[in-house]
């Protein structure tokens, strides 16, 4: 079982950065795959970024060169670094952690990028 808390949405400008933060209940090292998806207004749940237990990054191409994702292993916690935000980034952004054999979720953090 693995808690998910999210936390660092809020409302920012265009061109803005935001750092999002999600806290597992447990070692993350043994979780296989750590990422952030994110839902837009009337949009599916999409993959932002994700980190393997052994490092490796990959990026939606919609974030590439903005985003960067990256975790504390001592703090049970990874992170989604945005910068040169976008309207079109305005989501609920969500944690999600994939053992073999199970999907978590977190409850999710609005990110909303409006002048």
């Known amino acids: 079982q693995v808690q998910l808390v999210e936390s660092g949405g809020g409302l920012v400008q265009p061109g803005g950065s935001l750092r999002l933060s999600c806290a597992a209940s447990r070692n993350i090292f043994s979780i296989n795959v750590m990422g952030w998806y994110r839902q837009g207004p009337g949009g599916q749940r999409e993959l932002v970024a994700h980190?393997?237990?052994?490092?490796?990054?990959n990026y939606a191409d919609s974030v590439k060169g903005r985003f960067t994702i990256s975790r504390d292993i001592a703090k049970d916690t990874v992170y989604l670094q945005m910068n040169s935000l976008k309207p079109e980034d305005t989501a609920v952004y969500y944690c999600n952690a994939k053992t073999y054999t199970m999907d978590y979720w977190g409850k999710g953090t609005l990110v909303t990028v409006s002048s």
């Open positions: 980190i393997s237990n052994m490092g490796i990054t």
